[in-house]
């Protein structure tokens, strides 16, 4: 029996393409956090969709959580054929008064669990191909943000990372996604950033339900690169041939004023 196997999948993003695939009648695999109604949730998507889902609750952060994840899909006989690295976080604030174990904990995060789930899993889903990943970066992943640094710079890494696999897994029948969502309310702190960071803020806002069903039917469909909502691509599109003085200009500003509230 075939599974998706998805990170972060216990709310937001991470939940809502785990129901989207359950909709497909694709089985599901919740990967998250201790302590977050996990069991719950599976159930709930079982008796609703009518498939299978199992979870794994543990801490991405710890340097040998892929390992451990990558052995309980194996004892327990799980056939992965479509891999989605969601599980990430965001922040806001000065490059200077992050902690250090701030720092290391997004990156060990968005960087390495992202990098070593891939690493695991890539046979498994040579074997059981045709077979998808999707990694989850941002629209920021395409500009230098300010009071963002170290997000932003996170998700150039998954950006460039996905491309070059893309390449390399083709001949495997393994295609791999990137998805680039804009602005996604998903939680208290992100609504906030959009209500205060103006124009640039709100101009690429998408509904979770929406960027959801897109990431897995593109992905499904072999899209190299997803950015849900034509209100994003047509202004990526656009902000990528402004001078790089006003963009950063344009960036600044919508920083100061979150920063501002």
Known sequence: MKYTLITGASQGMGLLMAKKCATLKRNVLLISLPNENLSNIAIEIRNEF?????????????????KKIFNWVKENNFLVDFLINNAGFGGFGPFESYSSEYIENMLDLNVKATTKMTHYFIPELKKNAPSFILNNASMIANFPCPYKSIYAA????????????????????VSVSLLQPGATPTNDIVKNQIKNGG?????????????????????????????????????LRFLKILPQSILRLLILRSAKSILRS
Request: one cysteine or more; a positive charge.
């Open 50 to 66: 009518q498939v299978s889902c199992h979870y794994f609750e543990i801490d991405l952060t710890l340097n040998d959580s892929a």
């Open 154 to 173: 996170s998700k150039v890494y998954v950006k460039y990372f996905t491309e070059a696999l893309r390449i390399e897994l083709k001949q495997y029948n």
């Open 199 to 235: 124009f640039f803020a709100r101009l690429s806002v998408t509904a979770a339900d929406q960027v959801a069903a897109k990431a897995v039917m593109s992905t499904l469909n072999r899209q190299p690169i997803i950015i849900p909502g034509w209100k994003n691509r047509m202004s």
